[in-house]
Nanobody
Framework: QVQLVESGGGLMQAGGSLRLSCAAS????????MAWFRQAPEKEREFVTA????????YYRDSVKGRFTISRDNAKNTVYLQMNSLKPEDTAVYYC??????????????????WGQGTQVTVSS
């Protein structure tokens, strides 16, 4: 069992930056990858980015490439999301997730077994 706690969300003007953190505890030894998803009101939860825990291989949705960076600190069991050049369309609740599914399906919601409670990111124009 893994517990995830997100932090770092808030209000930001377009063009600004935020850094989200996700601290993991519990049976983290079984974790293959960690990811960030986001969900805006009345919209489906969508993949943002993911990282493999051991190798540090990263994956991004096209709309955040060059603006967002995912990283991890294995010693602290923490994953980060650095968000630069924020746009109003980035506004959503951001959720971190941990899973042990195949890397071939790393972008899929169903690959993740554990979820944080979410942190709100609001970007104004």
């Amino acid at each position: 069992q893994v517990q995830l706690v997100e932090s770092g969300g808030g209000l930001m003007q377009a063009g600004g930056s935020l850094r989200l953190s996700c601290a993991a505890s519990g049976r983290t030894f079984s974790t293959v990858s960690m990811a960030w998803f986001r969900q805006a009101p009345e919209k489906e939860r969508e993949f943002v980015t993911a990282i493999t825990w051991s190798g540090g291989i990263t994956y991004y949705r096209d709309s955040v490439k060059g603006r967002f960076t995912i990283s991890r600190d294995n010693a602290k069991n923490t994953v980060y999301l650095q968000m630069n050049s924020l746009k109003p369309e980035d506004t959503a609740v951001y959720y971190c997730a941990a899973g042990r599914g195949s890397i071939q399906t790393i972008r899929q919601l169903s690959s993740y077994d554990y979820w944080g409670q979410g942190t709100q990111v609001t970007v104004s124009s």
